[in-house]
Structures are given as C-alpha cells and as structure tokens.
C-alpha cells in the first residue's frame, strides 16, 4: 500500500493533537494507494485503545462509495508504544480484506501498516 506523502502529514497532525488519546480513522483510496484520511472521533478518548462508533463507520463507507474510493486500511496512532499491534489490536482485527496501520509517536515518529490473518500478522509495510 501507498499512501500520499499529504496523507501522512495529515494522520501526523491529527494524532498529535488528540495525544494522549489515540486517534483513529480509515485510510481511503483506489487501487493501493492511499488519497484520503477519513477522521473518526475514538469514542473511548483513551491513550490505550480505541473505538469507532457505528455511525461514523456507516458515513466512511457511504462518502468512501460516493467518492469512488475504497477503505484500503483502519489506522489509529500509539502515542506512547510502537508502531506494531498490540494483542488488542490483533484480537479485533477481523478484516482479512484491508491493512492495519498503525502511527507511533513513540520514539520519534513511525507508520507502518500490516495484514492481519487469524489474529497473526502476516505482512508489514514501513510507510515512515
């Protein structure tokens, strides 16, 4: 998966200004490249996990539909871990057909995506 340099920097900002907290949204695009952020507020507004809420994830994929753009990836930020998945993260994440990524503002900042099959990662990409 690609993801516009524009992209990254917008994901950067928004998990810097939610620090503390974790962030959370959809990385949206065509093909394998990644165009849009689509911002859904964590609705655990914890530093530790995150949640979606129903609704916002019905308005991603209906904007995503209309926009002509897939969900390539679910991405959150670690403010204060790296950017690997936790046994949270692995534990919830249930769609073999999209990457997780992950942005770390741990130690400097990181991003990286993984697919994750049966609660296991099976690839990794470093996006920064």
Known sequence: MKINPDVIQ???????????NETCGYLLGTGDTVTENYWMENID???????????????????????GLRILANWHSHPASPSRPSQEDLRLANDPGIRYAILSLHEGIHLNSFRILNGEVVDKEVHL
């Open 10 to 20: 917008q994901l950067i900002r928004q998990a810097q200004q939610d620090a503390p």
């Open 45 to 67: 507004h914890s530093p530790e996990h995150f949640s979606f809420a129903p609704k916002d994830q019905f308005a991603a994929l209906k904007y995503a539909r209309a926009h």
